[in-house]
T-cell receptor, first 112, second 116 residues
Framework: NAGVTQTPKFRILKIGQSMTLQCTQDMNHNYMYWYRQDPGMGLKLIYYSVGAGITDKGEVPNGYNVSRSTTEDFPLRLELAAPSQTSVYFC???????????FGQGTRLTVV | AQTVTQSQPEMSVQEAETVTLSCTYDTSESDYYLFWYKQPPSRQMILVIRQEAYKQQNATENRFSVNFQKAAKSFSLKISDSQLGDAAMYFCAYRSDTGTASKLTFGTGTRLQVTL
């Protein structure tokens, strides 16, 4: 069972560069989420989606964009990377409001 | 907005002993869900246990159990017969039962060390 798959696992970006963090799930979950985890902190919600074509902002959306063209995929786009975006990024999905969230293994991003 | 507080940044327990990790939360809602997630060095977030607020009975999952005190807004995790593999960061999380897409709100985590 693949579950939630994130790529890449590690990435170093230069300030001002752009990149897309990929996330795909094979559980046919409608709900998908992007979180970031800063050192010594819990996870904070960046964006979420309740289904294909529907996305909404979480707590810390500035500097990021998302799209949800299919149920399986939920990519996160960084347009102009800044050092403040150095973090570990987690994608998650869940079957519904009351269901547990399944997490990917995370992407460690460093902006230098 | 809901908040989740974990007041113990680090805890240590000897192998085979019992340890309790604390979590408190603030909410005005009556229906919600509470979770404990484990994050080992691999970074993977693993669900340990969940509790529905409408259930009075405390959830248990093998060596893991919770003490859910709804009035006190407290949700502690007890790990019995601790094993070396239990060493990890543990996050308490809250999830609303209302809204179009309820998000998980996490605490800042407790790092658990397990010693021989």
């Amino acid at each position: 069972n693949a579950g939630v798959t994130q790529t890449p696992k590690f990435r170093i970006l230069k300030i001002g560069q752009s990149m897309t963090l990929q996330c795909t799930q094979d559980m046919n979950h409608n709900y998908m989420y992007w979180y970031r985890q800063d050192p010594g902190m819990g996870l904070k919600l960046i964006y979420y989606s309740v289904g294909a074509g529907i996305t909404d902002k979480g707590e810390v959306p500035n500097g990021y964009n998302v799209s949800r063209s299919t149920t399986e995929d939920f990519p996160l786009r960084l347009e102009l990377a800044a050092p403040s975006q150095t973090s570990v990024y987690f994608c998650a999905s869940s079957r519904g409001l009351r269901a547990e969230a399944f997490f990917g293994q995370g992407t460690r991003l460093t902006v230098v | 907005a809901q908040t989740v507080t974990q007041s113990q940044p680090e805890m240590s327990v000897q192998e085979a002993e019992t340890v309790t990790l604390s979590c408190t939360y603030d909410t005005s809602e009556s229906d919600y869900y509470l979770f404990w997630y484990k994050q080992p060095p691999s970074r993977q977030m693993i669900l340990v246990i969940r509790q529905e607020a409408y259930k009075q009975q405390n959830a248990t999952e093998n060596r893991f159990s919770v003490n859910f005190q709804k009035a006190a807004k407290s949700f502690s995790l007890k790990i019995s017969d601790s094993q070396l593999g239990d060493a990890a960061m543990y996050f308490c999380a809250y999830r609303s039962d209302t809204g179009t897409a309820s998000k998980l709100t996490f605490g800042t985590g407790t790092r658990l060390q397990v010693t021989l």
